[in-house]
């Protein structure tokens, strides 16, 4: 069903009447953390999440009216995404805090619609995103320890989900914009526990300069 609406979205932004591509750079920050379900009452009690602030840069493809209109785009992001934690679960009277940390190779199918006055344009959009996680790390600050993520262990390395935004434009060059953006399914659960899961969830604010 999933693959059918990532069809069904790209049939759509291809075949726009009336509209020009413009291709850009994409850079932003992202406001990320995981909506986690834990097995038992304790471990929810002793398990705390906090934003971690990471990155996303990469390349879009804007097939956009030449006023007004609807629109569409999709692109080939790197996209950091995870959490700070605070965990007085591992070690008894002992507070472990730090971060996790995942890079995805992710890919957005958006529509979007633009209102067009003169030089500046105001735009939102909405659609779906695929990412593969490239690598990650879990770093234990009170540790001082870095772990990398061995994806031998998890279940699935990637991460399907859903992205609203909106945002201006100016002389059909730059963009100012700001999203949010939630998986569908369990990315990168907790191989610890089978039973304990994890859905990424992602604030950004970005810049996009096309050319």
Known sequence: MKRVLFYLLFACIAFIPGAQAQLGIKAGINLANEIKSF??????TGFSRENLTGYQI??????V???SGL???FGLLLSQKGYTF???ISVIDVIREGYREINYLEVPFNLR???KVGFLGIFGYGGLYAG???NGRTVVE???TTNPISFNEVMDRVDLGYNVGVGVEFFNKIQFGAAWSQGLKTAVPDPATSTDTSINRVFSISLTYLF
């Open 113 to 115: 619609y633009r209102l």
């Open 71 to 73: 629109g569409g785009d």
């Open 86 to 88: 605070s965990d007085s």
């Open 132 to 134: 593969y996680a490239l």
């Open 39 to 44: 097995s038992g009452e304790d471990l929810a």
């Open 65 to 67: 009216p030449e006023k």
């Open 58 to 63: 990469g390349l879009v493809y804007q097939i």
């Open 142 to 144: 009170t540790e001082n």
